[in-house]
């Protein structure tokens, strides 16, 4: 079930992008923000981007991302892509798959695991994944949010259900197109201070961060402590999903009669949970 940044968590914009220092899963490359800057032609902002192999969000929009993040980088923009999860939640988002989805989809870009210490992401803020931060030439936060409106087809993430009940807002099903996320990265290019004041904020919604067992959790992760609201908000979702599930599979079940097979929904092809 999906998780909104606006309901967890904001990060003022102006916020300055924190010093990080982290290596890249394929070649082990240090990355650090000064590098980003210094190794970017004719800088004009930074993407920080927070990524994870298991959530159906991501898995929904990574091609496209990996040709806005090509198309940006010519432009001025550097990219840069972290898994945050600790690695209990789902063997998809070890290293060694990561490097994986480095080279299925061709990205561009460093990917580096932050899952053993988490400290880059306490540090900016991160609450789901994906999750995008864009900071102007002076690394100052202009933009926190959702790659585009689109989602996962109903035989995905969502169900029929949830359609109806809570993402009337999104385009699911729809093919992704990264509209939010090339806006902010549009003004950044033309470098004019109107436009770059004026992009507009679309909170990110996906797969919650998975923080490490037994330390402090951040004050915004979803939890009955940390956040009750939220987890408030979850248990109705899953009370409406397993209630429409149950409908679902008494209708296949009569169908099944005729030859139909009822198909995988919701959770059950989303096996990293939220």
């Not at 290293?95 to 932050?114: G, L, S, V």
Request: glycine fraction near 6%.
């Amino acid at each position: 079930m999906p998780v909104r940044t606006s309901e967890i968590h904001e990060v003022p914009l102006g916020t300055k992008c924190p010093e990080f220092e982290l290596t890249t899963v394929d070649t082990g490359k240090k990355i650090t923000r000064e590098s980003l800057v210094k190794e970017t032609e004719d800088f004009k902002g930074l993407c920080v981007m927070f990524l994870c192999n298991h959530c159906p969000i991501v898995g929904h929009i990574r091609a496209s991302l990996a040709l806005v993040a090509e198309m940006y980088q010519e432009q001025g923009i550097a990219f840069v892509a972290i898994m945050p999860n600790e690695l209990s939640i789902s063997a998809m988002n070890n290293p060694t798959e990561m490097c994986a989805e480095i080279k299925k989809f061709n990205y561009t870009f460093p990917y580096c695991f932050d899952g053993d210490k988490q400290k880059v992401s306490r540090d900016i803020g991160v609450a789901v994944t994906p999750d995008f931060f864009v900071y102007n030439k002076d690394l100052e936060l202009v933009y926190r949010g959702a790659f585009d409106a689109t989602r996962p087809s109903e035989q995905g993430f969502f169900t029929p259900g949830e359609v109806l009940w809570t993402v009337k807002d999104f385009k699911v099903g729809a093919p992704p197109d990264g509209l939010y996320l090339r806006s902010a990265l549009d003004a950044l290019v033309s470098e004019e201070k109107d436009k770059i004041s004026k992009i507009q904020q679309f909170p990110a919604e996906g797969c919650s961060v998975k923080w490490i067992p037994g330390e402090q959790e951040p004050s915004w992760s979803v939890s009955e402590y940390n956040y009750p609201e939220a987890v408030k908000y979850h248990h109705a979702w899953n009370r409406k999903y397993y209630l429409w599930k149950f409908f679902y599979n008494i209708v296949y079940s009569f169908l099944g009669i005729f030859g139909y097979e009822r198909p995988p929904i919701g959770n059950e092809l989303n096996k990293g949970g939220i």
